[in-house]
């Protein structure tokens, strides 16, 4: 959800038509696109647990 709002946050200009239609339903999201998008969603949750892990690693050195 964070993600979400930073989005839409920092986008300064209008959405694109083909957006709205995305949006709408009125336009189907490409295949190829969907796969790489989730690829890179996936990359990213990867990435925040290992930064998660390693921090709670670092917070129980430092309290011993």
Known sequence: M??????LKDHTEPP???EL???SAEKVLDT???NTY???VEV???NL???FAKQSQEN???KI
């Open 49 to 51: 647990l290992s930064m």
């Open 60 to 62: 129980k050195v430092s």
């Open 38 to 40: 989730l690829m890179r």
């Open 2 to 7: 964070h993600r979400l709002y930073m989005v």
């Open 32 to 34: 190829e696109v969907a």
């Open 16 to 18: 694109t038509d083909d």
């Open 21 to 23: 239609e995305m949006a």
């Open 44 to 46: 990213a949750s990867a």
